[in-house]
């Protein structure tokens, strides 16, 4: 959970500089947040199994797939679409298991007695929320939560747009699609060392370190001497492209197999979960009608 208030002016001028001080301390806030966490751990204490509804993510993973795009590329998006609904159909079935279990138990007067009976269906459902976790939730290079395939896909696009931009002669056009894609904007305004040097922080991160982005950024495709090469166009005013283009086809191609991995890789990721959320719902020992010591 998080308090979001990247909409007000404090975010842009205050939060983490040394105008934040005390004169910003609002003491009806903070015990707001106080007392909401605190019914929220109090709320959950009160459970058996923890309330995890994987119908929301597999919705929000539909939703994201361009079945288009995939076709025209190959991907295969009606099959991961498939599996989606699959998933997304049982769990919901799942989640109306909990919930049918939790309200049984919380109607008890010592609800938390009940939770050994289900610690292992808990065990199972806390490594399907790691596991949609590790295989669904990715960072492009700017900061926002997405779906695997859905950077490349953007990445794709951008790049067909600059390689149609060369085509009719417009490389500041170009310049503009690939200022997009994954963190190449610092080519436009960073020596190549400070260039790699940001890549790297990412890209190859110590086992230990888990800082930003650890395991959430998958793919970067490097142009910093593409964009150094179409500077240099514009500022000569040479307008062949026959460079540039090659260098683009070849991103384009290396993008497109890295989108038709991540498809592949989301199909087999899936695939798994909705095995493991078979096990739940077939298991006849957690289909409890009640709740007895």
């Known amino acids: 959970m998080v308090n979001d208030f990247t909409s007000g002016q404090f975010m842009e001028t205050h939060y983490h500089t040394q105008f934040d001080n005390d004169d910003y301390y609002d003491e009806a806030v903070y015990r707001f947040h106080h007392e909401l966490y605190g019914c929220l751990v109090m709320a959950f204490d009160r459970t058996a199994v923890a309330p995890l509804n994987f119908e929301r993510l597999f919705l929000a993973l539909k939703d994201s797939l361009d079945l288009d795009y995939s076709e025209k590329t190959g991907a295969g998006g009606e099959r991961l679409k498939e599996l989606t609904e699959e998933a997304a159909r049982l769990g919901k079935a799942v989640y109306e298991q909990v919930r049918r279990i939790n309200e049984k138990c919380r109607n008890q007067e010592q609800p938390w007695k009940y939770r050994e009976q289900y ?19 990715r960072l492009d ?37 690939i ?58 005013e040479d307008e062949d492209f026959t460079e540039e283009l090659l260098i683009l086809k070849r991103v384009e191609e290396n993008q497109l ?24 719902t077939e298991n006849e020992s957690w289909k409890v009608t009640d709740c007895t010591e």
Not at 208 to 229: M, P, S, Y
Not at 257 to 280: P, V
């Open 141 to 177: 290079w700017h900061d926002e939560v997405c779906f695997p395939q859905e950077a490349v896909r953007r990445n794709l696009k951008l790049v067909r747009t600059a390689v149609e931009c060369l085509e009719n002669g417009h490389g500041r056009c170009a310049l503009e699609a």
């Open 257 to 280: 197999a890295c989108y038709l991995d991540d498809i592949e890789y989301m199909n087999h990721a899936i695939e798994k979960m909705i095995q493991k959320l078979k096990e739940i």
């Open 179 to 236: 200022y997009g894609i994954d963190n190449n904007r610092y080519a436009f305004q960073f020596d190549e060392e400070v260039f790699r040097h940001f890549t790297d922080y990412v890209m190859n991160q110590e086992a230990g370190r888990l800082q930003w982005g650890a395991g959430r950024i998958v793919h970067h495709e490097n142009l910093f001497h593409l964009v150094q090469l179409l500077k240099g166009k514009l500022e000569e």
């Open 119 to 137: 610690r292992e269906l808990e065990a199972v459902l806390m490594q399907l929320f790691k596991m949609e976790q590790d295989s669904f939730v």
